[in-house]
T-cell receptor
């Protein structure tokens, strides 16, 4: 079945620096990827839809300049948290529509990236 | 707007106990409903789904029935195993882009031998 790989799984950075998180679809192509954010004991919140070859679509309330999304190829989307601050500390998860074991369209999730901003 | 509410955890059970994790939703139109499971260190995986009222999704001994009258999609399993310990997320999709999911807060299940 489809696999989505996220890197890094954990990152710690200083306040004011930028951090890039990669989301790769392995063995399948993804023209669309989704980025979620999860706070402790809260839902996964959809941040944006990443579109290969065009601009990302951001959900209401998500700062485009803060969370830069680039979908450079059919297998890679990146989320860059710019000028990170402690309130950006969170668990970031990506997903992509891919084919499951039985050929059905399945939304496949990465294992997530935990960002801690000091 | 659309939303999903699920019971808070953790849910702690002994092996072979009966499991119920409640999930209710608010949505316009006719959403599809999902249960995802996240094992430690892994990504969310689709456990089961139902796309219309009265549908029952089932997988690995887990079941959930789409109840439009009560706007619910409760997850059940007759006999849990230690290996079922994970976080379970209820979710819905509505609108044109069915890949856009709205999730509940997740419920951690801990099963002890």
């Amino acid at each position: 079945g489809a696999v989505v790989s996220q890197h890094p799984s954990r990152v710690i950075c200083k306040s004011g620096t930028s951090v890039k998180i990669e989301c790769r679809s392995l063995d399948f192509q993804a023209t669309t990827m989704f980025w979620y954010r999860q706070f402790p004991k809260q839902s996964l919140m959809l941040m944006a839809t990443s579109n290969e070859g065009s601009k990302a679509t951001y959900e209401q309330g998500v700062e485009k300049d803060k969370f830069l999304i680039n979908h450079a190829s059919l297998t890679l989307s990146t989320l860059t948290v710019t000028s990170a601050h402690p309130e950006d500390s969170s668990f970031y998860i990506c997903s992509a529509p891919g084919q499951g074991a039985r050929g059905a369209n399945v939304l496949t999730f990465g294992a997530g990236s935990r960002l801690t901003v000091l | 707007g659309n939303s999903v509410t699920q019971m808070e955890g953790p849910v702690t059970l002994s092996e072979e106990a009966f499991l119920t994790i409640n999930c209710t939703y608010t949505a316009t139109g006719y959403p599809s409903l999902f249960w995802y499971v996240q094992y430690p260190g892994e990504g969310l995986q689709l456990l089961l789904k139902a796309t219309k009222a009265d549908d029952k999704g089932s997988n690995k001994g887990f079941e959930a029935t789409y109840r439009k009258e009560t706007t619910s999609f409760h997850l059940e399993k007759g006999s849990v195993q230690v290996s079922d310990s994970a976080v379970y997320f209820c979710a819905l999709s509505a609108g044109v882009n069915t890949d856009k999911l709205i999730f509940g807060t997740g419920t951690r299940l801990q099963v002890f031998p």
